[in-house]
């Protein structure tokens, strides 16, 4: 079966993301109004910010061995981390936001009167 996958150019591949779940028909109509959205704006007044994740104690998902392995939980530290463009590119925001996480949070503690009011 090896030398079979190697003469024809066949390799295990892992299947990542939602891409193949993704409706382009809708897709092209979302776009054709973001289009129309920003039709009045020049391109160093439109933004974008995007925002993912670092899974920083994440365990790799492949091994290489003779045995079988059972699975585990996944560890689920991660940071944060948030982009800021505009879509001429000249304005790129040099400061990246990385949100960690904290113990104990500062606006839950019963000592902050300014959040009681609000939903969190």
């Known amino acids: 079966m090896e030398k079979f996958g190697k ?3 066949i390799k295990m591949n892992r299947i990542h993301g939602e891409a193949g779940s993704t409706d382009i028909e809708l897709l092209q109509i979302d776009m054709a109004a973001i289009k129309e959205k920003i039709e ?3 391109a160093c007044d439109i933004y ?3 925002e993912t994740a670092l899974f920083y104690a994440a365990s790799p998902r492949t091994t290489i061995s003779h045995q079988k392995f059972s699975g585990w939980k996944d560890n689920k530290k991660h940071l944060t981390v948030d982009l800021l463009c505009n879509a001429d590119g000249m304005d ?3 400061d990246i ?3 960690g996480h904290a113990r104990r949070p ?3 503690n019963k ?3 300014k959040q009681e ?3 969190h």
């Open 7 to 9: 003469h024809h150019c």
């Open 40 to 42: 009045g704006y020049s």
């Open 48 to 50: 974008n910010f995007d």
């Open 92 to 94: 790129k925001w040099s």
């Open 97 to 99: 936001l990385l949100i």
């Open 106 to 108: 500062n606006c839950f």
């Open 111 to 113: 000592n902050n009167k």
């Open 117 to 119: 009011a609000s939903d």
